[in-house]
């Protein structure tokens, strides 16, 4: 798993990767009441705001982590927002992107240092 400094995870997935955002971010946020998603098709570009979730704490954005196209959406998330506090890297899952230039995903971290981060 890679992660990025606005506490997001990505998953390698065949020729896309699975985004969600961290244990760390739902606990900061608190409990999650709403989100909205992008389409699925919707070409992005890194650091685009493509996510909105609300929680009882606050309102935040999710930017894209890497330049590409939204293949797939969790529906189920968008039903029960709560999946991101109580499986924030299973079934709370946001979205699937295919990178259209992967030497992006080069600069995230590892475990460890998303560890460094947080720690």
Same mark, same amino acid.
């Given at each position: &798993?890679?992660?990025? %400094?606005?506490?997001? #995870? *990505?998953?390698?997935?065949?020729?896309?990767?699975?985004?969600?955002?961290?244990?760390? %971010?739902?606990?900061? *946020?608190? /409990? =999650?009441?709403?989100?909205? =998603?992008?389409?699925?098709?919707?070409?992005? +570009?890194?650091?685009?705001?493509?996510? $909105?979730?609300?929680?009882?704490?606050? %309102?935040?954005?999710? *930017?894209?982590? $890497?330049?590409?196209?939204?293949?797939?959406? +969790?529906?189920? =998330?968008?039903?029960?927002?709560?999946?991101? +506090?109580?499986?924030?890297?299973? /079934?709370? #899952?946001?979205?699937?992107?295919?990178?259209? /230039?992967?030497?992006?995903?080069?600069? &995230? &971290?590892?475990?460890?240092?998303?560890?460094?981060?947080?720690?």
């Amino acid at each position: &798993m890679k992660y990025t %400094a606005e506490h997001e #995870w *990505l998953k390698e997935d065949g020729d896309a990767y699975v985004v969600g955002i961290t244990e760390h %971010a739902t606990s900061q *946020l608190g /409990d =999650l009441v709403f989100v909205e =998603l992008p389409e699925v098709g919707a070409t992005v +570009n890194k650091d685009d705001e493509i996510v $909105v979730i609300e929680s009882v704490k606050a %309102a935040s954005d999710i *930017l894209a982590p $890497v330049d590409g196209e939204i293949t797939e959406i +969790n529906e189920a =998330l968008v039903a029960d927002p709560s999946l991101a +506090n109580s499986d924030a890297l299973g /079934d709370g #899952w946001f979205f699937k992107i295919k990178p259209s /230039d992967p030497s992006q995903l080069d600069g &995230m &971290m590892d475990e460890a240092g998303y560890k460094a981060l947080i720690g």
